[in-house]
């Protein structure tokens, strides 16, 4: 079983063990004021989130994270395939912490977020 | 560098501003201020600080009673009603949003204000050799001028301005080095399309270019992230009404395209910059030797 710093649900679910392996490399540096959503899956951070960030599928994560681009982002968003939940500005602005991890990872993270993605 | 014709400008105006008054009073004022507003405190709300906005802008043009005031640009007709009832102006707003002039001449109507204010449907350009002003004041206009037309948009304002006149410009900018993005690509493709807001110093040179001395210049990029994220607050505490009048694509797209303007001035990806010009003549300014008398 994979080890996340969220609290999944469901509990022994794998697609949302993986989502969470994924989100605890990508956001590791960023203040955990927030949950994600995906579809029924839910990682939680806090109990007290800030916003949450909404997909609709694991499909759209792995969409969005191989394809990052803003103008993409902002079509999902409109199509509410991504959606934000709570203080809309705190959580777009959840971008940057993207942004500035993206070249901070190491070989091995990106082969696991990989991995990963193409797994849920 | 995308073309501004007059028939290209007033479909980009058009699909921008006419999407229905309605839908602009889910988040704007009360005064249907659709430009930067100005937070004197910490706890100001947007209708406070669209008001102070405008005395700040009025201040800062030195407006008197019985002067004459060109408003290019006038939206709804709110700096032109304000200027009017406020500080005894005689105003003349000119817009090329058809709704939008509809709108402010009832406005005028209302506040009996007919002797005083006129509201046209009008391209500025048309105005050229017609008439000069005292004052004129273009608020949220040079973004949707185009960089080809900056130097006949200045040099129309020069001949529109007496010699002696002040002329404020309240518009967005970019960065000196911004290249289009994915973000500003879908900006323009789904809510702004020609908007071509230039850098602080192409407008600085524009002015010096055409014969136009800058007297003050203020940066309110603070003030416009806030003035945005409390239109996104506005219209999403208004969504149900909100989608009665558009579907839910053009809700959504416009909560997000105000959520990342808020963004981007906030990380100062662009800035809101007041220029305070007047003509270039062999005496000084119609301003005072500081600037005391905007803050009191």
Redesign the interface.
Known sequence: MFYTAADVSPDADKVARRLGTIADILFRHARKDFNIRVGDRELRYTNHPRFVILFDSPRSVRRLLLRH????A??A????RLDIEGD??AG??AKNALIERAPTLRLGEKIKILFNLLRI | MPRHTRAKDQRSIAFHYDLSNDFYGLFLDTRMAYTCAYYPQEESDLEEAQRAKFDHIARKLRLKPYQTLLDIGCGWGSFVVHACKHYGVTAHGVTLSREQAEYAQEWIRREDLEDQAFIEYRDYRDLVGTAQYDRISAIGVIEHVGHRNLARYFDGIHRLLKDNGLFLNHGISRRRDWRP???S??IHD?VFPEGEPPALSTVITQLEDNDFEVQDVENLRQHYSRTC?DW?DRL?RNRERCLELVD??TY??W??YL??S??YFEEGEIFLYQILSSKRVPRFAPVPLTREDIYE
Not at chain 1, 69 to 72: A, D, I, R, T, V
């Open positions: 681009n803003e103008y993409l902002a079509e968003f409109v199509d509410k809309l500005i777009l602005k | 993005n994915p973000g690509d879908w789904h994220a996104v999403r839910e694509r959504r797209t909560i997000l959520a990342m808020s963004i």
